[in-house]
């Protein structure tokens, strides 16, 4: 299992949608076609725009389908990050 950072990449407040959209491009997508499972880390992260998430996430859902939250787990998520990443998860279903 991979783990991705995305406090060094985003820093504390996420909000840059062309950071989310290279994380998920450079990093999360070769994991997930190289069959691995992986790991968002947002230990940091007091955090992230709605449209931060939707960049990270939402291409994600609509090219592998939602069964591929089963291969990513969200880690150290403050309550504001978890129920942002839940409105985008929620609205791509």
């Known amino acids: 299992m991979k783990i991705i950072e995305i406090y060094p990449i985003a820093g504390s407040f996420a909000e840059d949608k062309d950071k989310a959209k290279n994380i998920r491009l450079e990093l999360i997508t070769p994991i997930l076609e190289g069959g691995e499972d992986l790991v ?37 998520c403050s309550d504001e990050t978890k129920s942002i990443i839940e409105i985008v998860i929620d609205y791509m279903q």
């Open 40 to 76: 968002l880390d947002f230990e940091n992260v007091e955090s992230l725009t709605q449209s931060f998430c939707h960049a990270l996430l939402s291409e994600l859902i609509r090219n592998y389908g939602v069964n591929v939250l089963d291969r990513i787990s969200f880690k150290n």
